[in-house]
T-cell receptor, first 111, second 115 residues
């Protein structure tokens, strides 16, 4: 079964807008929730990560919001730029489970 | 090296042949992971090692797939009697802590095409 469910599959946002990508998980043993960014032809690279002891983490234009009771977390990209166009993956790990990934969201930021 | 290195970058093989994919993790990284990524999909877990010990191989699709990391550094993923459905990008990642809750660094991957 899919351990991390990600939506939407694709997203088009205008330059300067807010991009929001959501993920939901089932395994309550997960204790690490990263977001990875992947450009064409490259491997996934860590963008930002959160642990369940906080509800929000912000790094520059990127924010993770975490809702432990709902078992959901989301990535917000503020002031989205064309250079942010990429595929974004949420992931989770914890207990004895290594990183499991969502299916990805293809983000296109248009001018 | 500075990052996770995988070789070869591209591999075309005939159906029925065996292939070996190599991963050289970041120096000193304890954990090493193998993933398979289909086009337009997220990485799918195959197996992982802490040091030389294979901790979890539940993601290996069948017994044609195997992996080893004999000295706790370089790892090899071997696919025997390849089939067309094995065609995919195979990615290796490594991380610095034994427990999985830390950043995993990915290599560029090996694009395997079985013809």
């Amino acid at each position: 079964q899919q351990q991390v469910k990600q939506s939407p599959q694709s997203l088009i946002v205008q330059k300067g807008g807010i991009s929001i990508i959501n993920c939901a998980y089932e395994n309550t043993a997960f204790d690490y929730f990263p977001w990875y960014q992947q450009f064409p032809g490259k491997g996934p690279a860590l963008l930002i990560a959160i642990r369940p002891d906080v509800s929000e983490k912000k790094e520059g234009r990127f924010t993770i919001s975490f809702n432990k009771s709902a078992k959901q977390f989301s990535l917000h990209i503020m002031d989205s730029q064309p250079g942010d166009s990429a595929t974004y993956f949420c992931a989770a790990s914890g207990g004895n489970t290594p990183l499991v990934f969502g299916k990805g969201t293809r983000l296109s930021v248009i001018a | 090296g500075a990052g996770v290195s995988q070789s070869p970058r591209y591999k075309v093989t005939k159906r029925g042949q065996d292939v070996a994919l190599r991963c050289d993790p970041i120096s000193g990284h304890v954990s090493l992971y193998w993933y398979r990524q289909a086009l337009g999909q997220g990485p799918e877990f195959l197996t992982y090692f802490n040091y030389e010990a294979q901790q979890d191989k539940s993601g290996l699709p069948n017994d044609r797939f195997s992996a080893e990391r004999p000295e706790g550094s370089i790892s090899t993923l071997t696919i025997q009697r390849t089939e067309q459905r094995d065609s995919a990008m195979y990615r290796c990642a490594s991380s610095s802590l034994v427990v999985g809750s830390t950043e995993a660094f990915f290599g560029q991957g090996t694009r395997l095409t079985v013809v």
